[in-house]
């Protein structure tokens, strides 16, 4: 029996959807509901019908799950950034196992291999060190914080409790200013209005804080109130101006400009000191980062006289830890900018057994692997859409005794391990790492081997 827009209908809550919604059950049909958890059962009204589902609103919630947490946000319900804060921690974790569990078995057609419990955080707050809000005009006052769910409208935050409280302080002076001296924010229709986004890195050890101005052209009204009130902040070492003059949804330019401080802050990760620069990217969870390395690390099991390819390596995060404990390593990378910040970052550790260069993985691996340049391990960390099948393919021709793949979505790692099993890999150990408290997201791990050579 099916349902009809309009409709009121009880329900049960079963699991959770890719962007932390209900999935609910009526007789066998699946109806979607925001800002519920499984375990309620609630009366939904149904608000949209297609064939096969349909999307509800809640009426009301007649009894409340065991794992129904009350959000610490008070924006939980308007901003979406944190879509599964109102579910405890402990059950987040489970979740997001059961997430990539599901994955491996549904797409990967991979059944005989345990999924370890999620790795999460003690204290599971404040632990982003970069954040990206936009900015707009509403009743010539400024708003600045994270875009409402499904729309351009921004809720204007105060305080993120998953931000550094660093951020929080910057992001409530900048608004001051542009408030106080009427500075126009970019409007994306006339393409008009000098202020697009704020963007703030944070160094986890230090609290060396770099705070990013992106403009719509090189003008910034009143450059030196910015500079005067940022740097009564004692953790602000870094102002810079970048500028975007770009449709779309892309942030930074690249065009930068140092308004004040250094072009870069430093911070390390195991005892390893990292540039970061306004355009390289750098794990966002500091914490977790550490832990997702030294799985990476204990994966690749190396003796020390292994070559290793490090693919997607960003400012050489990843490629630093692997190359004290191996003899050479080769870090790719497509933005021009990381690979050399990550020059920088092996020159600084006197690191000399790390070679990076600047290309597409799928483009750069065929040619070195064509000119005899072959690893004994390789390390993936690819974006969210997975691996070329060309590098793939270039892997598996290369036969490296072990693969280390860390994925930060589980439907492309499972289809990618599928391809890997099919030829001739077996998986030795599976990790998911929380680096994304109260979000659906996870980070995997996992360890590969050559089967001949599998232990």
Not at 139 to 160: R, S, W
Not at 272 to 286: A, G, K, R, T
Not at 400 to 414: D, E, G, M, N, Q
């Amino acid at each position: 029996m099916s349902v009809e827009k309009g409709d009121v209908v009880k329900v049960n809550v079963v699991d959770i959807g890719s962007k932390g919604e209900g999935i609910c059950k009526y007789k066998d049909f699946t109806i979607f509901v925001d800002g519920v958890v499984p375990g309620d059962v609630l009366e939904t009204e149904i608000t949209i019908k297609k064939k096969n589902y349909a999307n509800g609103k809640v009426v009301k919630i007649l009894k409340e799950s065991d794992i129904r947490e009350t959000p610490k946000c008070e924006y939980f319900d308007s901003c979406g950034g944190c879509q599964i804060q109102n579910i405890k921690y402990e059950e987040q974790l489970k979740y997001k196992t059961n997430k990539v569990k599901s994955a491996i078995e549904r797409i990967g057609k991979i059944t005989d291999v345990e999924v370890y419990d999620t790795i999460g955080m003690e204290e599971p707050y404040h632990y982003r060190n970069k954040g990206q809000f936009p900015i707009k005009m509403k009743n010539n006052k400024a708003q600045i914080g994270f875009y409402k769910v499904g729309t351009h409208e921004i809720v204007d935050l105060n305080e993120c409790i998953i931000q550094d409280e660093i951020s929080n302080k910057v992001l409530n002076i900048v608004r001051e200013i542009i408030n106080e001296n009427r500075i126009s924010a970019y409007n994306e229709k006339s393409r008009k209005g000098v202020l697009r986004h704020v963007v703030i890195k944070t160094a986890y050890h230090t609290k060396d804080t770099m705070v990013i101005i992106v403009t719509n052209g090189r003008d910034l009204p009143h450059i030196g109130k910015f500079v005067n009130r940022l740097k009564e902040v004692p953790e602000v070492k870094s102002l810079i101006q970048n500028v975007n003059k770009q449709r779309g949804n892309k942030i930074l330019g690249l065009k930068n400009y140092t308004l004040y401080g250094d072009d870069y802050i430093l911070d390390d990760i195991g005892g390893i000191d990292f540039e970061i620069s306004p355009l390289s990217f750098f794990q966002v969870n500091p914490r977790q980062t550490e832990t997702l390395y030294n799985k990476t690390l204990e994966f690749a099991d190396l003796k020390g006289d292994e070559t290793v390819f490090d693919l997607y390596c960003g400012i050489g995060s990843i490629s630093l830890f692997l190359a004290k404990n191996a003899k050479k390593v080769y870090g790719v990378e497509v933005v021009a900018q990381s690979i050399r910040d990550a020059k920088r970052n092996a020159k600084r550790n006197g690191i000399f057994n790390a070679e990076f260069v600047v290309g597409k993985a799928e483009e750069m691996i065929p040619k070195l692997y064509a000119n005899d340049i072959t690893a004994d391990v390789v390390v993936l960390d690819p974006p969210r859409k997975g691996c070329e099948t060309r590098l793939l393919d270039t892997i598996i021709d290369m036969n490296p005794k072990k693969i280390v793949y860390v994925s930060c979505k589980p439907s492309t790692l499972a289809r990618d391990l599928k391809y890997f099993v099919e030829h001739n890999y077996e998986i030795q150990e599976i990790q998911p790492v929380d680096m994304f408290p109260h979000s659906t997201h996870v980070e995997t791990v996992v360890g590969l081997y050559r089967k001949e050579s599998a232990k």
